[in-house]
């Protein structure tokens, strides 16, 4: 054989190979590490798909119209095709709806409390048992055989209003302690996973309050008893707002591992539409919404668009009235809304998605009847058939599973770890935030992974800075932490790597500020300008809630302003709910806010009422646009001289390895808040090289 032979037949096999790519049969295993879906060998995983209902109506009729024996084979039949054309349209996920047409009762009569899928009244865990057995896994299974990975949502959809504890977290509970004790799911946890409940809407705690550890307190429990039943796969929590709004995540995540998020996108959500489709605010209004993408892999389960077309028009899932448009739930075009939507995919890398739809994606009548493989609505470019069909294509040639057993490299160079790095050895916090810091190992052979998931961190002051969810650092109070993180690579060897936290409410960093609560402001980050947009506002979301109520006073010195300009304290999420108003700053150089006995001013129901401060949502600078607010500081404190109040923990602890301790030069110091000093500072506390020294 030739040389020139030889590398032939090596290109043409490279060629087999990535043709093949995501068609790796039987399915690789899969799991989380940190913000990433893995396989086996630790590659990065990415899944697009779509998802589909066994439901007569949905479906068209295309399988019949009765729910019994012989309409549950020829649905399993229908689906059988559907995934042949999904195998060829190149998807390798399927979103599987145990839909309720099958598991309600249809001899027992509705109590009428709620309507349409958000109806479990007629539920029978009887039959969700049975089908899950003769149809449900059935179909999961031959989705499988078509390369698709499943993902599993409950029978209906949530009823509006939620609370911890309800009849609807039972229910939840029921239908998932009932799934992972049944024999075949369990025998796939790396090809089946769960998505814990379809788009809540509102979700309060126990006593009917808004409380950020509502979600986690609503959904951790169902979770642990997934667990306790022995199903190891992947889980995917659902947020409020229709799953749009995951912040409290941040600082409350769910506990455990193999953990995952289940979001959804529509055009207009996220600050994005045809009439905004910029790209940039997109993914900063996404991250705003769900910050979990930062720690934890994301799954877009709903999303589709198709522009306007003549005809008539529709109800969207919010009883909004929408134009006709080519068939879809939202609408909007993909050289618009669709361009910022795949900017939002590809900035990330570790969102998977499935359309709202098989009939989003192919023509499936076309499918069906000719075996043919076209794009949803007749090709249109501008609608998400075409689109994902070309996206789809190309993503299946990167961040695809390899199989269970192929051959890795396993020499001792290969895997010996032998530097750890943390993307910054600094970090600083908005009380009630939270961030991840990615860590990175580097190989004896050269190569590097990221291994944030796979490492365990710990705080030296967890009530200032506390480690949740295996990796968020949270910000719980103001002062300073030091962060200690360990990986243990495969061999053995433990590295470590420390980052200092600062955790403050008043951040000065730019990613801390909001500068369009109303209208386009700019920040100046280094000299700590705000210049809101005309009659606009700026400054500290609080997505969680900041506790502020064990402060007397909030204390702001400004350098310059002007008469007109004053400070907005709100403890609801929006600029239009209840707030406390300060007077116009004026002149002033101090401006003092005493918060035991400040009162709402706005026009509310709660105007002269005491403020409250257990809950600060948003701390937000007006203006008429026409004026620049140089801060020189803002804090809070309970000195009756409006002098900072001490912060006891130093920035990084007692401890002589610090990081800070090395490196921070001679010539500086650190006050008690964390701000660099020089040497020349006046008389008072401050931190030098990790410990507690008085000035002269």
């Known amino acids: 054989m030739t040389k020139r032979t030889i590398i032939a037949l090596g290109i043409a096999t490279l060629m087999a190979v990535?043709?093949?790519?995501?068609?790796?049969?039987?399915?690789?295993?899969?799991?989380?590490?940190?913000r990433w879906l893995v396989d086996q060998h630790g590659n990065h995983v990415v899944l697009h798909g779509v998802m589909d209902t066994p439901n007569a109506w949905f479906n068209n009729g295309r399988w019949g119209w009765n729910y019994d024996t012989d309409g549950r084979n020829r649905?399993?039949?229908?689906?059988?095709?559907?995934?042949?054309?999904?195998?060829?349209?190149?998807?390798?996920?399927?979103?599987?709806?145990?839909?309720?047409?099958?598991?309600?009762?249809?001899?027992?009569?509705?109590?009428?409390?709620?309507?349409?899928?958000?109806?479990?009244?007629?539920?029978?865990?009887?039959?969700?048992?049975?089908?899950?057995?003769?149809?449900?896994?059935?179909?999961?299974?031959?989705?499988?055989?078509?390369?698709?990975?499943v993902v599993v949502r409950p029978p209906g959809v949530c009823p509006g209003n939620l609370k911890v504890g309800d009849y609807y977290q039972d229910y939840l509970m029921t239908v998932w302690d009932t799934f992972t004790k049944n024999d075949s799911i369990l025998r796939y946890p790396g090809q089946i996973?769960?998505?814990?409940?379809?788009?809540?809407?509102?979700?309060?705690?126990?006593?009917?309050?808004?409380d950020p550890r509502a979600l986690h307190d609503y959904f951790q429990p169902i979770v642990d008893r997934i667990r306790a039943n022995g199903f190891t796969g992947i889980i995917w929590v659902p947020g409020t707002g229709w799953q749009a709004n995951y912040s409290s995540y941040a600082v409350?995540?769910?506990?455990g591992y193999n953990i995952g998020y289940a979001v959804h996108d529509y055009c207009g959500w996220y600050g994005?539409?045809?009439?905004?489709?910029?790209?940039?605010?997109?993914?900063?209004?996404?991250?705003?919404?769900?910050?979990?993408?930062?720690?934890?892999?994301v799954i877009i389960t709903e999303v589709d668009w198709s522009p306007k077309k003549e005809g008539t028009g529709h109800y969207n899932e919010h009883g909004d009235w929408v134009e006709s448009n080519w068939g879809t739930w939202a609408t909007g075009s993909t050289s618009k809304w669709g361009k910022a939507?795949?900017?939002?995919?590809?900035?990330?890398?570790?969102?998977?998605?499935?359309?709202?739809?098989?009939?989003?994606?192919?023509?499936?009548?076309?499918?069906?009847?000719?075996?043919?493989?076209?794009?949803?609505?007749?090709?249109?470019?501008?609608?998400?058939?075409?689109?994902?069909?070309?996206?789809?294509?190309?993503?299946?040639?990167?961040?695809?599973?390899?199989?269970?057993?192929?051959?890795?490299?396993?020499?001792?160079?290969?895997?010996?770890?032998?530097?750890?790095?943390?993307?910054?050895?600094?970090?600083?916090l908005m009380v009630g935030g939270s961030t991840v810091v990615p860590l990175t190992a580097t190989y004896a052979d050269g190569h590097q992974r990221e291994v944030t998931g796979l490492a365990t961190f710990s705080s030296n002051a967890p009530d200032i800075v506390d480690v949740r969810g295996g990796s968020f650092l949270v910000a719980l109070s103001e002062g300073n932490a030091r962060i200690s993180a360990t990986y243990t690579d495969p061999v053995g060897n433990e590295l470590k790597q420390t980052i200092g936290v600062r955790s403050t409410f008043f951040p000065f960093g730019a990613d801390?500020?909001?500068?369009?609560?109303?209208?386009?402001?700019?920040?100046?980050?280094?000299?700590?300008?705000?210049?809101?947009?005309?009659?606009?506002?700026?400054g500290w979301e609080y997505a969680a809630g900041a506790d502020m109520s064990g402060y007397k006073y909030l204390v702001i010195k400004l350098g310059a302003t002007s008469s007109s300009s004053h400070l907005n304290i709100f403890t609801s999420g929006s600029i239009w709910g209840e707030c406390h108003s300060t007077a116009d700053f004026g002149q002033k150089r101090q401006i003092i806010v005493n918060l035991q006995t400040a009162?709402?001013?706005?026009?509310?129901?709660?105007?002269?009422?005491?403020?409250?401060?257990?809950?600060?949502?948003?701390?937000?600078?007006?203006?008429?646009?026409?004026?620049?607010?140089?801060?020189?500081?803002?804090?809070?404190?309970?000195?009756?001289?409006?002098?900072?109040?001490?912060?006891?923990?130093?920035?990084?602890?007692?401890?002589?390895?610090?990081?800070?301790?090395?490196?921070?030069?001679?010539?500086?110091?650190?006050?008690?808040?964390?701000?660099?000093?020089?040497?020349?500072?006046?008389?008072?506390?401050?931190?030098?090289?990790?410990?507690?020294?008085?000035?002269?």
Not at 193 to 210: C, R, T
Not at 658 to 670: G, I, K, Q, V
Request: hydrophobic share 30%.
């Open 193 to 210: 996973s769960i998505e814990l409940a379809n788009e809540p809407v509102s979700l309060k705690n126990a006593q009917g309050e808004d």
């Open 252 to 255: 409350h995540p769910i506990e």
């Open 272 to 297: 994005c539409s045809d009439d905004t489709p910029d790209p940039a605010n997109k993914i900063r209004q996404f991250h705003n919404q769900v910050p979990v993408v930062d720690a934890a892999p």
């Open 512 to 538: 801390h500020i909001n500068t369009s609560l109303f209208a386009n402001g700019t920040y100046d980050e280094q000299t700590h300008t705000f210049r809101p947009g005309q009659w606009g506002q700026m």
């Open 599 to 696: 009162k709402y001013t706005n026009d509310t129901a709660k105007k002269g009422q005491p403020l409250d401060t257990h809950g600060i949502r948003i701390v937000a600078f007006w203006g008429t646009g026409s004026q620049s607010i140089k801060v020189t500081d803002i804090y809070l404190t309970n000195n009756d001289d409006y002098s900072p109040t001490s912060v006891i923990t130093p920035m990084i602890g007692e401890e002589d390895d610090s990081p800070f301790a090395e490196e921070t030069p001679d010539a500086l110091l650190y006050d008690l808040q964390g701000r660099p000093q020089l040497q020349t500072a006046s008389p008072g506390i401050y931190i030098h090289k990790g410990r507690k020294i008085r000035g002269r």
């Open 341 to 428: 939507y795949k900017a939002l995919l590809d900035h990330y890398g570790n969102i998977s998605m499935t359309l709202s739809g098989t009939s989003c994606l192919i023509d499936v009548d076309t499918l069906i009847n000719t075996k043919r493989v076209v794009p949803a609505f007749d090709g249109y470019p501008e609608a998400c058939g075409k689109a994902c069909m070309d996206w789809y294509a190309e993503y299946w040639q990167t961040d695809w599973p390899h199989a269970d057993d192929e051959p890795q490299d396993e020499s001792p160079e290969h895997l010996t770890a032998t530097l750890l790095t943390a993307s910054t050895e600094t970090a600083e």
């Open 18 to 34: 990535a043709s093949w790519a995501q068609g790796v049969k039987p399915l690789p295993t899969l799991h989380v590490e940190g």
């Open 75 to 149: 649905c399993i039949n229908y689906f059988e095709k559907l995934f042949a054309g999904l195998e060829e349209a190149k998807c390798d996920v399927f979103r599987l709806h145990l839909d309720p047409a099958w598991t309600n009762d249809p001899n027992k009569q509705s109590d009428g409390k709620e309507s349409g899928e958000a109806d479990i009244s007629r539920f029978s865990l009887t039959r969700l048992k049975s089908y899950l057995r003769t149809l449900y896994f059935p179909i999961a299974r031959r989705a499988m055989n078509h390369g698709m990975y």
